[in-house]
């Protein structure tokens, strides 16, 4: 099994494999998008209360899902680069950060939109606003402390250990900062004897959640891919490989 | 290496670096007089009405203590990479662990304690309540080796860069949340006569949390960085 690991945890097959995965990936996405986007915005009905405006969820609620999946994803890399010193796991952090801080953005501004016709303000400090802000900083902070390490094997060990300790504060972060005020709506999906959303609504949300989950795989492979091109930049394979495009 | 020598080495470094704190005075200083200055800017931003300033007590003490304590933390790795001296705590056959506890000690001890002296009579200029000085302290004095700890992680892998100053504040801040809101919730609690115990409890929690995991997160961001 770990001949396996290795073999394709050593950055030239990743790069060779990766490439055959992203085209497919992508395809996914696109497919599950498209699905998920008519579902949502032509065929669940209206919410009672909230009227056509709710159907923002569609972008809002896996933005941040993806928000926090992606964290969760860093700090796994940093962990696995820390303990086995995997390459690949170095590049798949490095390109997950500024995924994972689009995607938080994108939750704080579809929820701002949201929020200005349903609670009648941009921004409230809110529980879960300010956590999904704080979470933002977590991202902003791991990217500012790679570009300031200038050695791109210490930058990634560095950020690794971050991410780890980010990853113990975030459960308390997010509770005293709940505990300490909130007014966003409680979670209507996790209950999942019984939850509180029809399922006209909820299968384009899932279908949506995993069309984001695709995009991410792939556009993350993607940066992978030329994160492994810079890291590797002296190794023999990549000089053969700009060799052949060059002709 | 027997635990007497690895206990040896403990109170080596912390007797050195408590005299190397307490030679440089001004750098022992700065904090405090740090600390001074951003109360005295929030409540020259406020105003000098009593009724006001009651309110934000609790928050502008503790804000305050954060950014000083931050400012600081700068310091905690810098001349040790400066001298040659952490190269030779790398190199040293102890646990570093062992060294770096005794650092975060020795600048908890340099800078914490006395900002804790210090809010005291703050805490009087800005109208704190009687009733809500002891909970001031006993936050003071559960919180800022939370802080000294957590920081101190960041400090080790920060040191040494280009604009670290500015990088450090802006990777501990976040980290420091869980701190402020429980402690701030506790001195309001106070002042408004309410019960306090459950927010001391959780700050001794993460107090206890911290002592268990940070010197370890320190060690080992010294490693990644230099070793």
């Known amino acids: 099994m770990f001949e396996y690991f290795y073999k394709y945890g050593s950055p030239r097959h990743f790069y060779d494999l990766s490439k055959m995965f992203v085209p497919w990936l992508g395809g996914i996405c696109l497919i599950l998008l498209i699905a998920g986007l008519t579902g949502g915005l032509l065929f669940a009905p209206p919410d009672y209360q909230q009227g056509e405006s709710f159907r923002i969820i569609y972008v809002h609620v896996p933005s941040a899902w993806m ?43 579809t929820g701002s939109l949201w929020g ?43 950020g690794a250990i971050l991410s780890l300790v980010g990853v113990v504060n975030i459960p308390i972060i997010h509770y005293s900062v709940e505990w300490w005020h909130t ?21 384009p949300l899932l279908i949506m959640a995993f069309a984001f989950m695709f995009y991410y795989a792939a556009v993350v492979l993607l940066r992978a891919r030329y994160e492994i091109l810079e890291n590797e930049r002296n190794s ?10 060059k002709g | 290496m027997t635990a007497n020598s690895t206990f040896a080495v403990f109170l080596a470094v912390l007797r050195r670096d408590l005299l190397i704190g307490l030679r440089h005075r001004s750098e022992l200083f700065n904090p405090l007089v740090f600390f001074f200055i951003v109360v005295t800017m929030f409540v020259l931003a406020l105003g000098p009405y009593a009724d006001t300033l ?37 190199l040293s056959p102890h646990p570093l662990i062992i060294i770096v506890t005794a650092k975060i000690i020795a600048h908890w001890l340099l800078t914490a304690a006395p900002l804790i002296v ?33 920081g101190a992680v960041l400090g080790a892998l920060t040191v040494g860069l ?20 429980f402690s701030v919730a506790t001195v309001d609690n106070a002042a408004k006569g309410l019960a306090i115990t459950g927010e001391l409890y959780f700050l001794g929690a993460m107090l206890v949390l911290s002592v268990t995991l940070a010197p370890f997160a320190t060690a080992s961001s010294l490693r990644v960085r230099f070793g």
């Open chain 1, 116 to 158: 200005k016709p349903m609670w009648g303000t941009w921004w409230v400090w809110d529980a879960r606003l300010t956590s999904e802000l704080i979470l933002l900083f977590l991202y902003l902070g791991y990217m500012a402390l790679q570009t300031a390490i200038d050695d791109r094997r210490t930058a990634a060990r560095a």
């Open chain 1, 236 to 245: 023999a394979w990549v000089y053969e490989l700009t060799e052949q495009r």
């Open chain 2, 54 to 90: 009651k309110q934000v007590a609790p928050a502008v003490i503790w804000v305050a203590a954060l950014l000083a304590s931050t400012l600081s933390l700068d310091m905690l790795f810098h001349s040790d990479l400066d001298d040659g001296s952490l190269e030779q705590f790398l």
């Open chain 2, 162 to 181: 280009r604009g670290s100053g500015i990088l450090l504040t802006l990777l501990i801040l976040p980290l420091y949340i869980p701190v402020l809101i």
């Open chain 1, 183 to 203: 007014l966003h709506q409680g979670p209507t999906i996790t209950k999942l004897d019984a939850p509180s959303i029809h399922p006209s609504m909820l299968v």
């Open chain 2, 118 to 150: 210090a809010a005291l009579f703050l805490g009087l200029m800005v109208y704190l309540p009687q009733s809500a000085i002891v909970p001031l302290l006993l936050t003071l004095l559960l919180g800022t080796p939370v802080l000294s700890l957590v």
């Open chain 1, 67 to 109: 928000s926090l999946f992606i964290y969760v994803v860093m700090a796994s890399a940093g962990a696995i680069s820390l303990v086995w010193k995997v390459k690949v796991a170095d590049a798949l952090a490095r390109a997950s950060a500024p995924l994972g801080a689009s995607f938080t953005f994108l939750a704080l501004a």
